[in-house]
């Protein structure tokens, strides 16, 4: 009895120590695979001057960022680079006092700066706001904000032809609608008086009116997070080196996003900071119409998982866009990682290009330069009319062209009723086509590398409005 | 054993010696720097880079720049590895100094620092530890069908004075719940919730300047935000009050803290 009892017991001990064996072997290859990636995640890092900067192994199994940051757009640069290369899975994207230090914020940087009543370098601008009781009035009113901006005041920043001419267009349509409209173009369109603007609509504005805000300019990211702004008429644009080294390593799967983030603009008109945020405690009904590059990126960062290459979907962005008080309804001219594109819009122009596209396979009629050959004479057309709107606008020194995105919309609304979503669905594709074939053009003439297919693919927000009137 | 003890002695007397030339060695990086800036190999500081009346220097360095360069701002993980550090040393002393067996004593000693670094750690930073959704919901009487909610409390809660060349420590600790972080299991990602801080300088009248906009993303439960705003050279003496707004979740809550900074 007893060696029955004494072998099953040693083959009890046996079994256990086998598999005591196996799981530790098991364990250490974990480990040496973990060991592996923290190790791979801290020397990319350091390749990007990150010197300071550690990743460690959270309890759930994905990647924290520890260690020493210069300022939160660095902690965000960082989450970028471990995104990259490790993938957005593996990654926790939340800073963490516990673990990491970030020594510079922009409160603590502007700190001293506005005690001393200076400008902060550091900070974006923000509107000056005075507490105390507004006037009361029954009645709703129609406010709008109206800002175009063709040439820059630093030369070095490309025009945006038909910005402005945009932004004229669009307001005289507000106007017959009944709009209190405030335009600023070009020189006009400077940081200040658009501050300006800001603060007297916040004056003006009661609760239950509405408020139309309306830009076209450039699109540029105003932080590191790659949410966009536009670009007025005396902001900077910064060139961010460190992302257009990173540009190097992500240019077939990013490219796009990656160009985006190569510049940034300093003192550009943040939506959400210049607009949401300060209209925040008003009940208004905020109405925002872009036509900007990559400006389905404006408000971005309401977006839980918004990284600088990652772009939402129109669902995703509702979602999150509950969170930002009385914003109604936002329509971009593009999503976050395309370019909006303009051109000579007017008239024929633009009913040729249409015309032109009649008849045509779409798959050959996308293939820009071979759609070009196939229909010469269409083509010939419109090469003409390019021409000679491009001197007329040499000679008069304003820009004739328009965006495709307001040059589309505005014809829409006047036949779906002034019915902003429905104007919208009426013109998308109209833009999308018209978008990718003036990319395709430029990338024939050796202007852009790529042209993503699908075109600019403009972006309709319904956050607290399902559609618009502007006519009531 | 006696030694080994003495050893310790020894290391820890050094390391606590170290640390009392860091205010030394800031003065020296100041020093350094003020006069790089003069040969003209660096730019100019934004703001005074040294305090020079009638031909005398103040002998710190309390320029803006300076200041926000040396933040004294540390990750708690280091924080307490610090304390530990200080903890055991002085301990290591203390226990040498007193006991007979010198080298037995200082290891006592040592461990009875280190445990007692660790309990004054835990409670120094305890307003900067984060809380678990469920630790939060207890406190703060949240119920699921509250649906969502963002709170922050503004530390300190009591005016504080602050002289040149100290920073006012102003810490956020920011409350966010929403039903289903209450139901979130172990093993379940945790929901990420985006938040901005808007900050402002309370001015007369109520006007409000702006400092500037953060955004964060953050995760359910109670997060600390700490700030170390530097008391500088162009901070005047007076009272100050800051405005620290907070939007997410669909909802948006302001608080007020207000310091002075004496004269001396």
Not at chain 1, 293 to 317: N, Q, R
Not at chain 1, 383 to 405: L, P, W, Y
Not at chain 1, 407 to 413: G, K, P, V
């Amino acid at each position: 009895m007893k060696w029955i009892l004494g072998l099953a017991l040693s083959s009890l001990l046996t079994l256990l120590m086998l598999s005591s064996i196996s799981f530790t072997q098991e364990h250490e290859e974990g480990d040496k695979k973990v060991d592996e990636i923290v190790e791979k995640a801290n020397s990319t890092l350091r390749k990007y001057g990150l010197k300071e900067a550690n990743v460690q192994l959270s309890p759930e199994g994905r990647l924290v960022l520890t260690g020493v940051f210069d300022t939160y757009d660095e902690f965000l640069y960082a989450l970028m680079l471990m995104n990259i290369h490790f993938g957005f899975d593996k990654i926790k994207p939340i800073y963490d006092n516990r673990l990491a230090v970030i020594k510079k914020t922009p409160t603590e940087l502007c700190f001293p700066y506005v005690v001393a009543g200076q400008e902060c370098p550091y900070g974006r601008f923000t509107i000056q706001k005075k507490i105390g009781p507004a006037e009361k009035r029954t009645t709703s009113k129609k406010y709008a904000l109206v800002i175009g901006v063709y040439k820059f005041a630093d030369e070095k920043i490309p025009k945006v032809p038909g910005a402005d001419e945009d932004a004229k267009a669009f307001a005289e349509y507000l106007k017959k609608n009944g709009y209190e409209t405030k335009l600023l173009i070009n020189e006009q369109a400077t940081i200040n008086n658009v501050r300006q603007a800001i603060s007297d609509l916040y004056s003006k504005v009661q609760d239950g009116d509405t408020l139309v805000v309306f830009a076209a300019s450039h699109g540029a990211p105003v932080d590191e997070s790659g949410e966009v702004g536009i670009v007025l008429y005396d902001s900077g644009a910064i060139s961010s080196e460190r992302y257009c080294k990173v540009e190097q390593i992500v240019k077939d799967l990013y490219s796009d996003a990656a160009i985006k983030m190569c510049t940034l603009v300093k003192n550009g008109l943040s939506i959400r900071e210049h607009i949401v945020n300060t209209f925040a405690d008003k009940k208004v009904n905020l109405v925002v119409l872009l036509d900007a590059c990559y400006s389905g990126d404006a408000l971005k960062s309401y977006v839980g998982l918004g990284l600088p290459y990652e772009v939402a979907t129109t669902e995703e962005y509702e979602k999150a866009l509950r969170h930002a008080p009385n914003l109604g309804i936002v329509t971009t001219a593009a999503s976050g990682n395309r370019m909006a594109w303009g051109g000579p819009m007017d008239g024929e122009f633009r009913q040729r290009l249409l015309a032109f596209s009649e008849g045509t396979p779409r798959v050959i009629r996308l293939d820009g330069s071979a759609a070009l050959e196939r229909d010469s004479a269409g083509a010939r057309a419109i090469a003409v009319e390019r021409k000679a709107t491009a001197k007329k606008a040499q000679d008069t020194n304003t820009s004739s062209s328009h965006g495709v995105f307001t040059a589309f919309l505005l014809e829409a609304l006047s036949k779906s009723d002034n019915s902003l979503a429905r104007a919208y669905e009426l013109s998308k594709d109209d833009i999308n086509y018209v978008s990718e074939f003036l990319c395709k053009q430029a990338q024939t003439r050796g202007k852009i590398a790529k042209c993503p297919p699908g075109g600019q693919n403009p972006m309709l927000f319904r956050v607290r409005m399902e559609d618009y009137n502007f006519g009531r | 054993m006696r030694k080994y003890g003495l050893t310790l002695l020894i290391l820890s007397s050094l390391f606590s010696f170290s640390h009392g030339f860091d205010a030394l060695k800031m003065m020296q990086k100041a020093l350094e720097r003020e006069k790089q800036n003069k040969d003209g190999t660096q730019s100019p500081l934004p703001f005074n880079p040294l305090k020079q009346g009638n031909n005398e220097q103040t002998p710190i360095d309390t320029s803006c720049k300076v200041m926000l360069d040396n933040t004294p701002k540390n990750s708690l993980a280091n924080e307490t590895a610090k304390n530990v550090l200080k903890g055991a040393a002085t301990g290591a002393i203390i226990g040498g100094l007193l006991s007979r067996d010198r080298g037995k004593g200082a290891i006592i000693g040592a461990i009875t620092g280190a445990g007692v670094a660790v309990a004054y750690s835990a409670l120094k930073t305890k307003h900067l530890q984060p809380e678990s959704p469920k630790d939060t919901a207890k406190r703060l009487g949240y119920d699921p069908s509250m649906g969502e909610l963002l709170n922050f409390e503004l530390l300190p809660s009591e005016v504080k004075s602050y002289k040149r060349g100290e920073y006012a420590d102003i810490v956020l600790r920011i409350s966010l719940l929403t039903p289903e972080a209450l139901q979130k299991k172990d093993n379940q990602k945790d929901e990420l919730i985006p938040i901005w801080v808007n900050s402002y300088l309370v001015k007369d009248g109520g006007i409000l300047y702006p400092l500037s906009s953060e955004s964060y993303y953050l995760i359910p439960g109670t997060s600390a935000l700490p700030y170390y705003l530097p008391i500088c050279d162009e901070i005047k003496p007076g009272n100050y009050k800051l405005r620290f707004q907070i939007t997410g979740l669909g909802r948006e809550v302001s608080r007020e803290v207000d310091f002075r900074v004496s004269s001396k």
